[in-house]
């Protein structure tokens, strides 16, 4: 089978329109943020949700350490210590905030 010069050069070209690429550009991009949304939604809420927990933890480990002087009871109250320490200083309440925030201005 022989091809002529004009049907090679003819199968080789695309009709490139820019309107129609940026359109597909704008929607891969939209499927990516729509699709990536629910994901970080819910890794955010599980950094919140760390954070709480280290709150929690060490209320009720200071609650068991002013109960009694037992060594135990002084080593309940320091580990509420750096507990509360983590939690001021929480890295996860600190991603939680970070990622929120970046991901809203999507």
Same mark, same amino acid.
Do not use: W
């Given at each position: 089978?022989?091809?002529?010069?004009?049907?090679?050069?003819?199968?080789?070209v695309k009709?490139?329109?820019?309107?129609?690429?940026?359109?597909?550009?704008?929607?891969?991009?939209?499927?990516?943020?729509?699709?990536?949304?629910?994901?970080? $939604?819910?890794?955010?809420? *599980?950094? @919140?949700?760390?954070?709480?927990?280290?709150?929690?933890?060490?209320? %009720?480990?200071? +609650?068991?350490?002013?109960?009694?002087?037992? $060594?135990?009871?002084?080593? *309940?109250? @320091?580990?509420?210590?750096?507990?509360?320490?983590?939690?001021?200083? %929480?890295?996860? +309440?600190?991603?939680?905030?970070?990622?929120?925030?970046?991901?809203?201005?999507?």
């Amino acid at each position: 089978m022989v091809k002529s010069a004009d049907g090679v050069i003819v199968s080789e070209v695309k009709d490139v329109d820019d309107f129609f690429e940026h359109e597909r550009t704008f929607l891969l991009e939209h499927k990516r943020v729509k699709d990536a949304s629910p994901k970080s $939604d819910r890794m955010t809420r *599980f950094h @919140k949700n760390a954070a709480d927990d280290y709150n929690r933890i060490g209320t %009720s480990l200071y +609650a068991l350490g002013t109960q009694d002087s037992t $060594d135990i009871c002084k080593f *309940f109250l @320091k580990l509420q210590n750096c507990l509360i320490k983590q939690e001021k200083y %929480s890295i996860e +309440a600190r991603m939680s905030a970070d990622e929120d925030f970046k991901l809203s201005d999507l």
